[in-house]
């Protein structure tokens, strides 16, 4: 298996432009978390997917940020509009249904919002 | 709100020596504590976890020590590598849901 797949790797954007980050699972996990990392914050959890219905999104800091899972291969977060405090690493996770404790990450999508 | 607090923000250890990185939890209702370890460029992987009914889990050169009554758990990383150099994230959950993370240690284990 190929892990969690994230893209881009890298995003470069202005202020006030729309960033679409993806994500897929891996095969058969029913569960997808995203987290947002910063020096300042660490790793927080942004919102939780179990087969594909969002659980938890109390971590989503505004309503600038969105995230949706229209299928059980495929995650979007989006941030709309963007601003510079928004630049962190963004990391998708996914389990196994129930094993929420056993999560796999993907390697991240570095953002940086001038 | 930080749910589980970790220690130190930073650790620097000569090769051979023990590496010790703690944390903390007020939570009782938590009942798995996994350990994470995170080298640049990458995600976090799953390292080694306890269940709060032992005390103690070794898997080869790494212990999570268990301390129900104090609410702590820390990670000891015996005879200390360079290759063992990343950052430590300690977290905490409640019966397989999302997990709550501490705000990492970053480990440099020099030659």
């Known amino acids: 298996d190929a892990g969690v797949i994230q893209s881009p790797r890298h995003e470069v954007t202005e202020m006030g432009q729309e960033v679409t980050l993806r994500c897929k699972p891996i095969?058969?996990?029913?569960?997808l978390f995203w987290y947002r990392q910063t020096m300042m914050r660490g790793l927080e959890l942004l919102i939780y997917?179990?087969?594909?219905?969002?659980?938890?999104d109390s971590g989503m800091p505004e309503d600038r940020f969105s995230a949706k899972m229209p299928n059980a291969s495929f995650s979007t977060l989006k941030i709309q509009p963007s601003e510079p405090r928004d630049s962190a690493v963004y990391f998708c996770?996914?389990?196994?249904?129930?094993?929420?404790?056993?999560?796999?990450f993907g390697p991240g999508t570095r953002l940086t919002v001038l | 709100q930080q749910q589980v607090k970790q220690s130190p923000q930073s650790l620097i250890v000569q090769k051979g020596g023990i590496s010790i990185i703690n944390c903390a939890y007020e939570?009782?209702?938590?009942?798995?504590f996994p350990w994470y370890q995170q080298f640049p460029g990458k995600g976090p992987a799953l390292l080694i976890a306890?269940?709060?009914?032992?005390s103690e889990k070794k898997e080869g050169r790494f212990t999570i020590s268990f301390n129900k009554s104090a609410k702590q758990f820390s990670l000891h990383i015996m005879d200390s590598q360079p290759g063992d150099s990343a950052t430590y994230f300690c977290?905490?959950?409640?019966?397989?849901?999302?997990?709550?993370f501490g705000k990492g240690t970053s480990l440099l284990v020099t030659p």
């Open positions: 996770a996914s389990s196994l249904e129930n094993r929420a404790n056993e999560q796999f």
């Open positions: 095969s058969g996990h029913n569960s």
């Open positions: 997917f179990n087969n594909n219905v969002p659980i938890d």
């Open positions: 939570n009782t209702a938590f009942d798995y």
């Open positions: 306890i269940r709060p009914d032992v």
């Open positions: 977290a905490a959950s409640i019966a397989g849901y999302a997990l709550n």
